[in-house]
């Protein structure tokens, strides 16, 4: 004996619940995407349009006192501003903070900068560069 089918004839009755639910799954996954996508270009031509400054540590020597800090700093020439730099300990605690002050025409300025530590420190690393 043969079973009948539980479904209804295709075409006859419209599309199912479950096709309508998922078509709008798709409808709202692709706007969401969207969205997300224009804020990621946003804020990247934000960060990387608008940002005049960008700096590295090349290398740091530490001392009891003090951390020896090979900065590069890439500006636009004419463009004044702040690197700021920290040391920390072993422990993770903040032993050393300054700011470093630069500006001139120079697009590209090569230094070594001197951080006083209260004590000696493990690391020294940039925390960002700022124009004024």
């Known amino acids: 004996m043969s079973m009948a089918s539980t479904r209804p004839p295709e075409g006859r009755y419209g599309r199912s619940s479950d096709e309508r639910a998922d078509r709008t ?20 031509y934000h960060y990387v349009g608008q940002n005049e400054i960008s700096a590295e540590v090349i290398r740091f020597e530490l001392t009891d006192d003090a951390a020896k800090v090979h900065l590069e700093v890439r500006k636009d020439a004419g463009v004044t501003g702040y690197c700021t730099l920290r040391s920390q300990a072993r ?13 001139g025409d120079a697009t590209r300025i090569d230094e070594i900068v001197t951080l ?17």
């Open 25 to 44: 799954l798709k409808i709202v996954g692709a706007v969401l995407g969207a969205v997300l996508l224009a804020v990621i270009g946003w804020f990247g």
């Open 91 to 103: 422990d993770g605690e903040e032993v050393g903070r300054a700011d470093f002050r630069f500006g």
């Open 116 to 132: 006083r530590t209260k004590s000696r420190g493990t690391s020294a690393e940039l925390l960002g560069c700022h124009a004024e």
